[in-house]
């Protein structure tokens, strides 16, 4: 698989203080993807604490984001290159989001 950062495809090396802004983004503009476990240059660098990383991701959606997007992201760990990385599939939403 080629990864590519697009308008609707965001890369990211490790889960980090922007990614509710991004999801946020995506919710209240048009549905995109964040790949966690990529550099911006697509290479793919995997995700070290695959559980804990999706469990703070989850905990992020559900609890710092107002109104309660959870049926519009969707959270899926993918083995790309022997390695773990983590894939968000955002859907755009039908309210106005933001972070709480």
């Known amino acids: 698989m080629t990864f590519i950062e697009t308008e609707r495809i965001e890369l990211k090396r490790n889960l980090n203080d922007s990614f509710e802004?991004?999801?946020?983004?995506?919710?209240?503009?048009h549905d995109g993807v964040i790949y966690i476990?990529?550099?911006?240059?697509?290479k793919i660098c995997g995700v070290d604490?695959?559980?804990?990383?999706?469990?703070?991701?989850?905990d992020s959606i559900s609890n710092s984001i107002l109104p309660n997007s959870q049926d519009l992201v969707k959270v899926k760990a993918l083995y790309e290159e022997y390695k773990w990385i983590i894939e968000?599939?955002?859907?755009k939403g039908n309210s106005l989001y933001y972070i709480n």
Do not use: H, R
């Open 21 to 29: 802004k991004e999801v946020v983004a995506f919710l209240n503009s």
């Open 37 to 42: 476990g990529v550099e911006d240059n697509g």
């Open 49 to 58: 604490k695959l559980d804990e990383t999706m469990k703070k991701i989850a």
């Open 88 to 91: 968000v599939e955002v859907k």
